[in-house]
């Protein structure tokens, strides 16, 4: 019922800043959490950070609070995160993800985007 696809992926340095975009498409996107997750090498599948379906509610893993940004465009059908002071424990495979209900701090959502690299070099 949503599909979902990244963009915003790349190289670099540390301190740096990058956006990453999540064009979604279907009807009633509006009424979905959406989430940002990434997987770096090793290592299993985290939650970032996630946002309710109306923006009124927003949720940060311990790790990026304060670096990074989730907000929604509902009117664009587009999530995005703005990840300032970039880390290279940031590098990892980033995912959107959405689910009909509340944000989970999990990996239990619905919905999967194919995935961006993000690389943060030292």
């Known amino acids: 019922q949503v599909q979902l696809v990244e963009s915003g992926g790349g190289l670099v340095q540390a301190g740096g800043s990058l956006r990453l975009s999540c064009a979604a498409s279907g009807r009633t996107f509006r009424s979905y959490a959406v989430a940002w997750l990434r997987q770096a090498p090793g290592k299993e599948r985290e939650f970032v950070t996630g946002?309710?379906?109306?923006?009124?509610?927003?949720y940060y893993a311990e790790s990026v609070k304060g670096r990074f940004t989730i907000s929604r465009d509902n009117a664009k059908n587009t999530v995005y995160l703005q990840m300032n002071g970039l880390k290279p424990e940031d590098t990892a495979v980033y995912y959107c993800a959405a689910k009909f209900g509340v944000v989970v701090t999990t990996t239990d959502w619905d919905y999967w985007g194919q995935g961006t690299q993000v690389t943060v070099s030292s």
């Open positions: 946002i309710a379906w109306n923006g009124g509610s927003t």
